[in-house]
């Protein structure tokens, strides 16, 4: 059992380690192929088009190197960004010092917020390819995590591959788990990706 009184099995700990493997080498040998500099557009017309919130706070889950962080603060958001991997977190500040932004970047687990200092409230979540790739055993948390720290009405913008993409037991994400898994909270779309394999990008809204 850990410090927090999480009762996980040695597979869940190996399942979570291997994700972290993986990750860290993508970073240690050199760019990801997701990590092309670019903002989605979905973003864009969600911080930028005619529904577009007040800015406000903020998370980024998976930030990577700091694109879209950046790209928040840019238009007025409060951002903090959190990945699991230090490598990224570092460029990642990197990247928003050049740009001259203030953004908190914090090196973390998506499904563990408590250990880190984000209290929150926050108006505005940001997933690209996080939660698809968390082991499911800590999806619950995950959850949990965002539902404490959401502003009433909050939303949450997250792309997701579908569980048909990759041929492993942990990735992918569906509309019913989010039904499922996010108590209190709205899918109020749901549009596919385009990729060439099942990809989705999911709009949730914490209901007041
Ligand atoms: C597909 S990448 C996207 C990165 C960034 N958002 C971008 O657009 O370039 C997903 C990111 O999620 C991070 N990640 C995966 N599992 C995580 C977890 N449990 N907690 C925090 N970050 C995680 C990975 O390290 C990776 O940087």
């Not at 687990?109 to 690209?128: E, I, N, Q």
Request: charged letters at 25%.
């Amino acid at each position: 059992m850990s410090a927090h009184g999480e009762t996980t099995t040695r597979s869940e700990r190996e399942a979570e380690e291997a994700v972290r493997r993986e990750l860290a080498e993508w970073y240690r040998a050199g760019k990801p192929p997701w990590d092309n500099g670019t903002t989605p557009p979905e973003l864009v017309a969600a911080v930028t088009g005619d529904a577009a919130p007040t800015p406000g706070r903020a998370l980024e889950l998976g930030c990577g190197t700091g694109t879209n962080a950046v790209y928040l603060a840019r238009h007025g958001w409060d951002v903090v960004g959190v990945d699991l991997i230090d490598d990224a977190v570092r460029q990642a500040r990197a990247k928003a010092e050049a740009a001259g932004v203030g953004v908190r970047l914090l090196c973390g687990d998506a499904s563990r917020l408590d250990d880190l200092d984000v209290p929150g409230p926050f108006g505005l979540f940001f997933d690209l390819s996080c939660y698809c790739g968390i082991p499911h055993h800590r999806r619950d948390a995950y959850a949990v995590g965002l539902t404490r720290r959401a502003a009433p009405g909050a939303r949450l913008l997250m792309f997701g591959y579908g569980p048909e993409a990759f041929p492993d037991q942990i990735s992918g994400v569906t509309a019913d788990e989010l039904r499922t898994r996010f108590t209190g909270w709205e899918l109020l779309d749901v549009t596919p990706g385009t990729n060439p394999f099942p990809t989705f990008w999911f709009t949730l809204r914490r209901t007041p």
